[in-house]
């Protein structure tokens, strides 16, 4: 049995790699994430270049801040992939931006023993936040840097870097405290429809979602 973990970019379709069309055509069964009050974004991504008729397995995404109920649900998750694959004897998880970055279907690992598994890169959200600004991510010796922003970014030891990215930023105000020398740029549902990119300043009052990306620059760096 075989799972590949898909990487579909950050939302615009025409991002797909070569890969991630192929093997979404090509196995037998795909499985995508579902939550309740969310629409399917990764489905929704690869549903262009779907065959007809093909099976789609919706799997239980395991958020929120209840262990208990996490756990439960990855292990129904897994327990369907071992079923279908059992079927099947290969399939694909839909991963919404990079099959291994802040990706949910990572935590489904511990329970497939016995399953192989191979990780199909995607454009991460980073790569297209700064391609939509022609902004660097890192030049010459400098890097850069992706934190989570589910909590507070301490911005200590990232000065060394030229580009720093939060995804799923939810405190934009503190961004802006924390990284007074910084320009900051809010990216709301890149890649999506109604997507917006605004100044850091401009976007603290706008509603914003879960996939909410902060991308933060050295003021004055080389472009």
Same mark, same amino acid.
């Given at each position: 049995?075989?799972?590949?973990?898909?990487?579909?970019? %950050?939302?615009?379709?025409?991002?797909?790699?070569?890969?991630?069309?192929?093997?979404?055509?090509?196995?037998?069964?795909?499985?995508?994430?579902?939550?309740?009050?969310?629409?399917?974004?990764?489905?929704?991504?690869?549903?262009?270049?779907?065959?007809?008729?093909?099976?789609?397995?919706?799997? %239980?995404?395991?958020?929120?801040?209840?262990?208990?109920?996490?756990?439960?649900?990855?292990?129904?998750?897994?327990?369907?992939?071992?079923? @279908?694959?059992?079927?099947?004897?290969?399939?694909?998880?839909?991963?919404?931006?990079?099959?291994?970055?802040?990706?949910?279907?990572?935590?489904?690992?511990?329970?497939?023993?016995?399953?192989?598994?191979?990780?199909?890169?995607?454009?991460? @959200?980073?790569?297209?936040?700064?391609?939509?600004?022609?902004?660097?991510?890192?030049?010459?010796?400098?890097?850069? @840097?992706?934190?989570?922003?589910?909590?507070?970014?301490?911005?200590?030891?990232?000065?060394?870097?030229?580009?720093?990215?939060?995804?799923?930023?939810?405190?934009?105000?503190?961004?802006?405290?924390?990284?007074?020398?910084?320009?900051?740029?809010?990216?709301?549902?890149?890649?999506?429809?109604?997507?917006?990119?605004? %100044?850091?300043?401009?976007?603290?009052?706008? @509603?914003?979602?879960?996939?909410?990306?902060?991308?933060?620059?050295?003021?004055?760096?080389?472009?």
């Amino acid at each position: 049995m075989k799972l590949y973990l898909i990487g579909l970019g %950050p939302g615009d379709p025409e991002l797909l790699t070569l890969k991630a069309l192929r093997l979404i055509q090509r196995l037998p069964v795909l499985f995508y994430p579902k939550e309740e009050g969310r629409e399917p974004i990764a489905l929704g991504i690869a549903r262009p270049f779907l065959p007809e008729g093909k099976p789609l397995l919706p799997l %239980p995404l395991f958020t929120g801040g209840d262990p208990k109920e996490a756990e439960r649900a990855r292990r129904e998750a897994a327990r369907r992939v071992r079923e @279908a694959l059992s079927r099947y004897g290969e399939g694909g998880y839909l991963v919404l931006g990079d099959s291994l970055l802040y990706a949910s279907p990572l935590n489904l690992l511990p329970h497939l023993e016995g399953v192989a598994v191979e990780a199909v890169p995607g454009i991460s @959200a980073h790569q297209l936040a700064a391609a939509s600004l022609l902004k660097p991510i890192a030049l010459g010796e400098e890097g850069f @840097a992706a934190v989570t922003g589910l909590g507070p970014v301490d911005p200590e030891g990232l000065d060394r870097f030229q580009s720093v990215f939060v995804y799923k930023a939810k405190d934009l105000e503190a961004l802006e405290r924390a990284f007074p020398d910084r320009e900051g740029w809010a990216f709301l549902r890149l890649g999506m429809p109604g997507e917006r990119v605004l %100044p850091l300043g401009a976007a603290k009052g706008v @509603a914003r979602d879960y996939w909410t990306l902060v991308g933060l620059w050295r003021k004055g760096g080389k472009r």
